[in-house]
């Protein structure tokens, strides 16, 4: 693999809660070095070493207290509902988090349901299906093979783990010969992420990156018949439905991608560089003008961001609208994260959405609070 971007000394951790500024700023680090497969299109940090982790109930990776990301998940279960027939069905969820998504399969289903993720928090989540689901606070392995399910669902967790081609075998494996379930995959699109030069989508927790045909010849080559592969929630999410097949299934559906993703992996290390370089400058002068600059969204994009470019004094304020987040400090760089509630008292001049998906989210509550800020997103470091 050809190694294209480098960072040293990042977080080991993006939402693992600081509950102290102590513990962030001396929180494990690692390095980063993202090398690309010309064979094959995966991505991966080579420099990952999975001991640092720690997948436990400090784990904070919620985005369920976003109206935008709320009516995302609704429509994307309906519609898996829908096109899979999962009513009456057995569901498994690899990495469930706090089990909303799981939960919200059950409900509208209705189905039943088993959720593994060792963050998982009784009592976090009211839901009428709750007497149908079970959650085990564990990794998900062959331990676990003889549980069996009409539909297999794991969503932004295969980018976690770096040995992806045992992690899928696996799944596969505990399948057997006889079942027949659909499995369902989402995870970041790489090939946003080089397209937008988005450095604060690189981060230490997300080892392996795919794109549509690196994802597809993953499946294909652990025994899996790809159904359909899409994109969603503006592009930022690759999905994949398979079936399990033989040993290996054939053409890849996804076409031959190969030299596009060459050809976007090259312009990204030729001009990240600069982007960086240019998002340091703007915010330097911004703190000599005496402005004050807010980043919001306080997981794993602002502590990438924060990391990449070094950020001390020139962030006054980090907000998160998720309460667990609240009170606690940005990985690394020990920001405190706050409510919307506190930017009443001393508004930013600026305000970075670190997730330009939620702009106007965003905007109609700085107007509801009556907070003044100019409002960018990551994709304005031009404008600051």
Not at 38 to 53: E, K, R
Not at 84 to 98: A, F, P, Q, T
Not at 129 to 147: G, N
Not at 302 to 319: D, S
Request: aromatic content about 10%.
């Amino acid at each position: 693999m050809s190694v294209f971007y480098s960072v040293e000394n990042v977080p080991v951790h993006d939402v693992l809660l600081m509950p102290t500024r102590e513990l962030a700023l001396s929180c494990p680090r690692g390095d980063i070095g993202l090398g690309f497969c010309p064979s094959c299109g995966f991505i991966s940090n080579v420099l990952y070493a999975p001991s640092p982790h720690q997948y436990s109930s400090g784990y904070e990776s919620t985005q369920a207290f976003s109206p935008t990301f709320s009516a995302f998940a609704r429509k994307l279960a309906t519609d898996l509902i829908a096109r899979y027939d999962l009513h009456d069905k057995d569901i498994i969820e690899i990495g469930c988090g706090m089990g909303e998504f799981l939960l919200l399969l059950c409900e509208l289903g209705p189905n039943r349901g088993i959720g593994f993720d060792p963050a998982y928090l009784d009592g976090r989540v009211e839901s009428p299906a709750l007497e149908r689901v079970t959650f085990v606070k564990d990794l998900y392995s062959d331990a676990y093979a003889h549980l069996h399910a009409d539909f297999i669902c794991c969503k932004m967790t295969l980018e976690h783990i770096s040995d992806t081609g045992a992690f899928v075998r696996m799944v596969r494996q505990n399948i057997g010969e006889e079942g027949k379930p659909t499995v369902f995959f989402q995870v970041p699109d790489v090939m946003r992420i080089l397209r937008e030069l988005a450095f604060w989508d690189i981060y230490y927790e997300h080892c392996s990156y795919f794109s549509r045909g690196s994802l597809a010849r993953l499946f294909q080559c652990c025994g899996f018949e790809v159904l359909r592969l899409w994109k969603a929630y503006d592009d930022q999410y690759l999905m994949l439905a398979a079936r399990p097949a033989g040993a290996a299934a054939g053409r890849d559906s996804a076409g031959n991608e190969l030299q596009a993703l060459s050809r976007a992996v090259e312009r990204f290390a030729a001009n990240v560089r600069s982007t960086i370089d240019t998002w340091r400058l703007r915010l330097d002068r911004a703190r000599q003008r005496g402005e004050r600059v807010a980043l919001w969204g306080g997981s794993s994009k602002a502590v990438a961001f924060a990391a990449t470019l070094g950020l001390g004094e020139e962030i006054a304020q980090v907000v998160d609208i998720n309460p667990q987040r609240q009170g606690t400090f940005l990985p690394g760089s020990g920001h405190e994260i706050v409510a919307p509630l506190a930017l009443q008292e001393n508004p930013p001049d600026v305000v970075i959405a670190m997730n330009p998906i939620y702009r106007a989210e965003i905007a109609a509550e700085l107007q509801r609070l009556g907070v003044p800020s100019r409002l960018l997103t990551v994709h304005d470091g031009d404008a600051v």
